[in-house]
């Protein structure tokens, strides 16, 4: 999509702090960290957040899923990390380009 900014990061038009790439995916750090690490994953397909979701996109999510821990090791957090998908505004998501927060190294709030 072309006025979408993780599109844009994914063509390389707008720089960003990369961490990870393959075919499918491309994980860079957040401009604004919550926390001593604070990785955003995204696919390379443009899909607007969770509610665009369909069958044709259940190898893509098995494949992100499955990295996040590999991902969190490689960052040093072998002691736990929270990840985050906020879906649409109600959820607070200000980036209409599906993406995986992956956060650790820091204390984190709980909910209870
Ligand atoms: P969300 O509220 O889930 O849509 O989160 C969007 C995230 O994108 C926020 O944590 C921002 O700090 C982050 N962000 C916005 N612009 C950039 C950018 N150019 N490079 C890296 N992260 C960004």
């Keep these: 999509m072309s006025d979408c900014l993780f599109c844009k990061i994914i063509a390389g038009d707008i720089p960003a702090d990369k961490v990870y ?3 499918q995916t491309l994980v860079f750090k957040d401009i604004n960290p919550h926390a001593e690490v604070h990785l955003l ?44 998908i906020n879906t649409g505004k109600g959820g607070g998501q200000v980036v209409f380009h599906l993406h995986v927060h992956l956060l650790g190294g820091t204390e984190l709030p709980g909910f209870g």
């Design 21 to 23: 790439e393959d075919e």
């Design 41 to 84: 994953m995204v696919p390379k397909v443009h899909i607007d957040s969770l509610d665009g979701l369909g069958p044709e996109h259940d190898g893509l999510m098995a494949h992100m899923m499955r990295l996040l821990p590999v991902l969190a090791k490689q960052q040093g957090l072998s002691d736990g990390f929270r990840t985050i």
